[in-house]
């Protein structure tokens, strides 16, 4: 099955990553496009088996998963991942309207779901919702640090509080210090890191990690990120 990749990373919603589960060609690269002008980044996946591979190989913010797809369904998919110990936010979008369905659905793990036919625009609010309910801890997308910092967390991005300066870091700094933050307080193992900063295409080393710790912990101070063998890193502030 065709996976494809649409990206436009200098938009607003830069960073944030979906998986797309939808068979209909024509639906899907709608979805698509109108996901990616607002900056998401997407992976279009056609059927149950190829978008259950992509989401155990690859760390996403949000899955919209189609039910009725070749090779399963989006229920068996969410399930599965589920089991894995996998809690990204979904949303399912389906024609089934029984009760019995969506209760199906809910067991399975989904957070939210759209029937078909639906508008556009309320997809796009309920993803907006999902991945701010993703960050539970915050009533806000912008994180206010203790250092003289915000983090926006929907943008991934560090910019000084007062100055409004943003805060020149590498997309693989961003991702770190947006997993760090999701997990304040407790540690994150390095595989863990691994599997959500970098893309199953490439190949994580420690080396590179401790520099991106290194690097951050310059701008956010020293004291900011603690370490501890076996159980990773976490962010202390």
């Known amino acids: 099955a065709e996976i494809l990749e649409f990206a436009k990373p200098l938009l607003a919603k830069k960073g944030v990553k979906i998986l797309l589960l939808e068979d209909d060609l024509l639906l899907g690269e709608m979805l698509r496009d109108e996901l990616a002008q607002k900056g998401y980044a ?15 190989e690859q760390s996403f913010d949000l899955w919209i998963f189609d039910v009725k797809v070749p090779l399963g369904n989006g229920f068996e998919v969410l399930k599965e991942l589920r ?8 949303i399912f979008l389906t024609s089934l309207s029984m009760i019995e369905d969506l209760k199906q659905g809910f067991v399975a793990g989904c957070d939210d779901y ?3 036919p639906f508008d556009i625009d309320e997809l796009l609010l309920r993803v907006d919702s999902l991945l701010k309910r993703s960050f539970a801890h915050q009533n806000s997308e912008i994180l206010e640090l203790e250092n003289g910092f915000c983090f926006d967390i929907l943008q991934k991005s560090l910019f000084e509080k007062t100055s409004k300066k943003e805060i020149s870091l590498t997309n693989k700094e961003r991702e770190l210090l947006c997993l ?7 540690f994150v193992s ?3 890191i691994f599997e959500r900063v970098w893309s199953y ?8 990690l401790r520099v991106y710790i290194k690097n951050l912990r310059k701008v956010l101070g020293s004291e900011s990120i603690a ?5 990773g890193y976490c962010y202390v502030g």
Do not use: F
């Not at 997407?42 to 155990?56: F, K, M, P, R, V």
């Open 83 to 90: 089991s894995l110990g996998k809690n990204t936010p979904s």
């Open 227 to 231: 370490t501890q063998r076996h159980r």
């Open 114 to 116: 759209l029937r078909k």
């Open 180 to 186: 760090l933050l999701q997990n304040k307080g407790n």
């Open 42 to 56: 997407i992976t279009l996946c056609e059927d149950a088996q190829s978008a259950l591979n992509t989401a155990y």
């Open 201 to 208: 295409d490439e190949t994580p080393t420690n080396m590179a």
């Open 190 to 192: 390095q595989d863990e």
